[in-house]
Each structure stands twice: as C-alpha cells, then as structure tokens.
C-alpha cells in the first residue's frame, strides 16, 4: 500500500530539484533515527556477534544520514538553514519492544527501503536523457541500496535464532499499524480542535449580531 501511494507521488517527487532535496533531507532524518535506536541495541544486546552487527549497522545508517544530507544541500544550499538537518526520532525501540521484536521491527523496515530504494531508482533511470535525469542521487541510492539489502537479511537470520519469525513479524506489524494509528491521532487532534473552534464561531456569529441589537433596541426588544 505505501509503494502504491508512493508511486502516485512520482510527478511531485522529482519536480524539482528543491522537492528532491527535501525528499533526501527526509530520508536523512530516518537514517539518523534508525543511527541511535541501532546504537542502543548495540549497547544493551548481550550477545557479541548481535553487538557487532548493530554496531556495523549503526555505522552504516549514520554514513548514509550524511549521504542524503550532502546531497540535499547540493540540489537546495538553503536547506543549510533548516533546523531538521540535525532532527531525529529517538523512541528507544530496542528497550521497548524487546530485541526479537525489534528485529521484526528493523528487517521490516529494511525490506521497505529495499523496495523503495528500487523503485526510485528506476524512476530516475526512466528521466536518462533528459532535463530531469540525476545520476548523483541515483548513484546514491544505488550505494545506499546495497547497505540495506545486508541488513534486511541480517536482522531476518539473527530474528529466526531468537524465536519463530512469521510470529514476530506479524507483531511487529500490528505494532507498527498501532503506532501509525495514534500518531495520526495526536497529529489530526490539532487540527481538528481548531476546525472545530471554527465552526463554532461561524455557527454563534448570528447570535452575535442578535445580542448587539439587542443592546441597541433597549427596552424595545422582545426576548
């Protein structure tokens, strides 16, 4: 459904070079959040290997934060003035969910930046010769691509060593549908008060008008 949605986006997304950029500055935020949440793994596993590994994978996202960042600030220099180049997520997800769990986690989300990674990269191979073609930022996917493909099989290897992987995939996913849900919840409630708020003025804004003409009638008015 997101590759779907994605797809429909594609006249936006390479519609100039300062929506590529903040494309990439987005990407940049995920790959700095995904940095810390691989670091605490790192840091709390007690398995060696498993340690070494997210310590590997922690390396790796922060490289490809700064990727993404250096090349956003290549297509739009004015991005050097936005606060979000040093923004991150940091949800302690290793803590929260536990290590098998976040391992589901992790390899999902792997396995859709894999897909995503693809699928930009041919719509930009699709612009070669072209005013819109971009080898420089299709040359970073492809580089950025081969990182996550390790890490989709890594995370899915050492998840199926720690318990029965479908089990914990498909919890994750329900995990991840949950928080999706209340995000959109705490995002929308803002808005919705002052939609809300809004219509309440329209609506009293008769009665309003009715209470100053009341006060102008005096004794004349009628209630």
Do not use: I
């Not at 536990?98 to 693809?118: D, N, P, S, T």
């Not at 089990?167 to 209340?182: I, Y």
């Amino acid at each position: 459904m997101r590759l779907v949605f994605a797809r429909l986006l594609k006249p936006f997304r390479w519609r100039s070079p300062r929506a590529t950029a903040r494309m990439l500055m987005a990407f940049a935020r995920a790959e700095r959040s995904s940095y810390f949440d691989m670091m605490e793994a790192s840091n709390t596993t007690t398995d060696l290997s498993r340690r070494a590994a997210y310590l590997k994978h922690a390396v790796d996202e922060n490289r490809h934060a700064q990727m993404f960042s250096l090349r956003a600030l290549e297509l739009d220099p004015t991005l050097a003035f936005d606060d979000s180049l040093a923004r991150a997520d940091f949800e302690h997800l290793f803590t929260r969910l536990g290590e098998a769990r976040f391992l589901a986690f992790v390899h999902l989300g792997e396995k859709r930046a894999c897909a995503q990674m693809v699928m930009f990269r041919d719509e930009l191979a699709s612009f070669e010769g072209t005013p819109r073609a971009d080898t420089k930022t299709r040359a970073l996917l492809d580089a950025v691509m081969v990182d996550e493909n390790h890490h989709e099989a890594y995370t899915k290897t050492f998840l199926s060593t720690l318990a029965p992987a479908e089990k914990e995939l498909r919890a994750a996913r329900f995990w991840e549908l949950r928080r999706g849900w209340l995000r959109l919840g705490a995002t929308s409630s803002g808005l919705l008060f002052t939609l809300t708020m809004g219509a309440l003025y329209v609506l009293l804004a008769p009665l309003a008008v009715m209470e100053r003409l009341r006060g102008r009638l005096g004794a004349g008015w009628q209630s």
